[in-house]
């Protein structure tokens, strides 16, 4: 005799990522890491962010650069000679908590007191997946146009810093920079927002600012 | 479009529970998606057909519910936000419907969580 049941599951996929993160944050508290998280889109500038930052912090830097297949973003950032770990994500389009631990494994985290980790390029996908970073920057850039932003709230509404990049081609593209600043303050009212132009210097220093006090 | 990920995290987790129950079939799935995610309901329901074929799973009936987005504003609100724009998935909410303002904690709506499911096991 067969007979038909109900059972009880309640198991919510992206809490487990949450507890995943979390165990992630652990390890690297314990270790003294201070970890931040890099989205933007393709292009926005996170690689170029991350190498500025790396040439300009004294600190000992460590580096997870995700991509979807390729390494290009690894092998830009091992010039340094810093540690670098290059995940592939395969078919996504996101990092998570579970490919971030891996990543942790391959780290020297008793030498490190700063993680960088770069997401792949995207402003939607990685929203939904906390990796157990302390800090969230988001970098969006002004050749993006102007309604990024608003296009996109719920990645702005966790930006625990927002750069809006490549300031120096708004015109250039019809770009209004204050709207975008605008657009991230009504949706991430205490959020700082840096204005940059990272291939020209320009705004770094403030970054640097702002991750300094945040850790 | 990491609804190939997460369907395939649900059907593993939903063939454990199955098998835990000693099931022979999975005849229901309940799925609770939240307003928030950035999650296409249809897409996943779609991708759970496809990697349920040669599974306990296979020919089980996905019912998927829809969570509605519920925020705590600085303001005093509590409560949910109308859905103003007809995307079936997507609600980019960014301001409290009580203050206009968007100082506020999202309380749900974001959840991918499987609710129960139905099974056929041996008396």
Same mark, same amino acid.
């Given at each position: 005799m067969h007979k038909i049941a109900e059972v009880e599951v309640q198991n919510d996929i992206l809490i487990?990522?949450?507890?995943?993160?979390? %165990?992630n944050q %652990?390890?690297?508290?314990?270790?003294?890491?201070?970890?931040?998280?890099?989205?933007?889109?393709?292009?926005?500038?996170?690689?170029?962010?991350?190498?500025?930052?790396?040439? %300009?912090?004294?600190?000992?830097?460590?580096?997870?650069?995700?991509?979807?297949?390729?390494k290009f973003d690894a092998e830009r950032v091992k010039r340094y000679n810093i540690p670098v770990v290059g995940l592939n994500t395969g078919k996504e389009c996101h990092l998570d908590a579970h490919l971030v631990e891996h990543g942790l494994e391959d780290l020297p985290l008793d030498k490190i007191d700063l993680l960088f980790i770069e997401?792949?390029?995207?402003?939607?996908?990685p929203v939904d997946f906390d990796l157990?970073? +302390?800090? %969230?920057?988001?970098?969006?850039?002004?050749?993006?146009?102007?309604?990024?932003?608003?296009?996109h709230p719920l990645i702005f509404k966790e930006a625990d810093?927002?750069?809006?990049?490549?300031?120096?081609?708004?015109?250039?593209?019809?770009?209004?920079?204050?709207?975008?600043?605008?657009?991230?303050?009504s949706i991430n009212p205490h959020v700082k927002v840096i204005k940059t132009s990272l291939k020209n210097d320009e705004g770094i220093e403030d970054v640097i600012e702002a991750i300094l006090e945040a850790m | 479009m990491h609804e190939l990920s997460m369907a395939d995290a649900i059907i593993k987790t939903v063939i454990d529970a199955a098998e835990k129950n000693n099931a022979i079939e999975v005849l229901e799935v309940t799925i609770e998606i939240g307003e928030l995610t950035l999650l296409n309901p249809e897409q996943i329901k779609f991708i759970l057909e496809v990697l349920s074929e040669d599974t306990i799973?296979?020919?089980?009936?996905?019912?998927?519910?829809?969570?509605?987005?519920?925020?705590?504003?600085?303001?005093?609100?509590?409560?949910?936000?109308?859905?103003?724009?007809?995307?079936? +998935?997507?609600?980019?909410?960014?301001?409290?419907?009580?203050?206009?303002?968007?100082?506020?904690?999202i309380i749900d709506g974001r959840e991918c969580n499987i609710k129960n499911i139905k099974i056929e096991k041996e008396e």
């Open positions: 487990a990522n949450k507890k995943l993160a979390k %165990r %652990r390890i690297l508290d314990r270790a003294g890491v201070f970890a931040i998280d890099f989205l933007g889109a393709v292009g926005s500038g996170k690689t170029t962010l991350i190498e500025k930052l790396i040439e %300009r912090m004294d600190y000992s830097i460590g580096v997870i650069a995700g991509d979807i297949i390729s997401n792949v390029g995207n402003l939607i996908c157990g970073s +302390h800090m %969230r920057i988001v970098i969006i850039s002004a050749t993006e146009g102007d309604d990024t932003v608003q296009k810093l927002v750069i809006i990049n490549k300031v120096d081609l708004a015109n250039a593209v019809g770009a209004d920079i204050n709207k975008m600043v605008e657009d991230v303050s | 799973l296979e020919g089980a009936k996905f019912d998927i519910e829809i969570i509605p987005a519920k925020i705590e504003c600085s303001c005093g609100y509590e409560g949910g936000v109308a859905s103003d724009d007809g995307l079936d +998935h997507y609600n980019p909410i960014i301001s409290c419907p009580s203050c206009g303002k968007g100082d506020f904690k």
